[in-house]
């Protein structure tokens, strides 16, 4: 069980340290303000969600070691989320690739049996609402915007379509937790996902692929280079001063 | 035995610690206050999930109540989920003295739609929204097109 909870703590994790990567870089004060914003609430699911994982596990880890003592092939996290930013179109991309899947998952999870998952839930659904909003705007902002703007959209679209597959798959440890009603069926999440991209793509003039292969491996810890280079330099400290506190 | 009226009043009158013009419990984090043997748990809900300030008003609040006599333990509260609802009308109050907006009613934004909200300095309907992201995670930046000043909106969650 505590493998399924790590997986959604994975992806929280990596996507919220992604979004951390813009403090001091976005092309605006607000989007500098706004992106760290979001990396807090992500970061702040994943806190939760370790923290449970950690319990469930009973060996006694608790959320720093999983956050800063596994290595890249024990991080469960979808490829998507671990994508590097590349520029600010792909990272609004990511982000309203990546809300649209988790704001229905999050709207569902309010209802799990876990005590801890459901309250977790409750607050992140209000959340990531806000996120797909930021998201979804600068998607149709860029995509409807000038010839340049539109071609990097669009270019964004062509490089993470293929991520968005692995999204919907559930892992062994997954579907347990949905066997369980600890965690929502990832394949029922599909509907509202087609619904809201769709929607932000026709006023974005953007096109949904079709026939694109999907990459997976994430949750089976096979991960792209890029994971990598993220976790030792997210890690580095906690590794040079192991069990040091504030 | 512990004076739970009092160990609660303790622990409402702490200022938050990034708006310091209102209270928990005029924010509505304060969920309860209950004896266990010698001990009051003071229940609290965080406002947002990475809320920086989570921590520091834990802490603000068992070092209130140790400053009163009162032992305490802080037991966070998740379910059900803080909402701007739990704001009191005193805090709505102060939070517009202030010169932040409170939250508007049905203001729980759909998808791509922005609540009115009025300028709590000119009182002016003629707003508009800068970002939805501010300097705190609960907090929008707003521009009133009436006097021209820049505000603070509590968002709606």
Known sequence: MHEALLEIADDCLVLGHRLSEWCGHAPM?????????????LIGVARGLYARAGEIEGKGRGEDDLAYFRGEREFRNCLLVERPNGDFAATMLRQLYFGAFMEPFWRAAAASTD???????????????????????????????TEESAARMAHAVEAHHRYSGELFESSRAARAAEAAGV???????????????????????????????????????????????????????????????? | MIDLTRAAEVAGHVPDPEIPAVTIADLGILRGVVAEGDVAVVKLSPTYSGCPAVLAI?????????????????????????????????????????????????????????PEVNCPRCGSEATERVSEFGSTPCKAHYRCKGCGEPFDYFKCI
């Open chain 1, 29 to 41: 004060l607000e989007e500098d303000l706004a992106l760290p914003n979001m990396a807090l609430d």
């Open chain 1, 115 to 145: 005590d801890v998952v459901r309250g977790i839930a409750g607050k992140a659904a209000k959340e990531v609402a806000y996120h797909i909003r930021h998201a979804g705007e600068w998607v149709i902002r860029l995509g409807d915007g």
């Open chain 1, 183 to 246: 965690l929502p069926r990832r394949s029922e999440m599909r509907a509202e996902w087609d619904r809201v991209i769709g929607m932000v793509f026709v006023e974005a003039g953007l096109t949904v692929p079709e026939g694109v292969f999907m990459q997976t491996g994430g949750r089976a810890g096979l991960h792209g280079e890029d994971l990598g280079h993220m976790l030792a330099e997210m890690q580095s400290v906690a590794r040079a001063h192991p069990g040091a506190v504030w």
């Open chain 2, 58 to 114: 834990e802490l603000a609040v068992e070092a209130a109540l140790r400053d009163a006599g009162i032992p305490a333990r802080i037991e966070r509260v998740m379910e059900p989920a803080w909402t701007t609802d739990w704001i009191t009308e005193e805090g709505r109050d102060k939070l517009w003295a202030f010169g932040i907006a409170p939250p508007v009613a049905g203001g729980k934004a759909t998808l791509f739609a922005a």
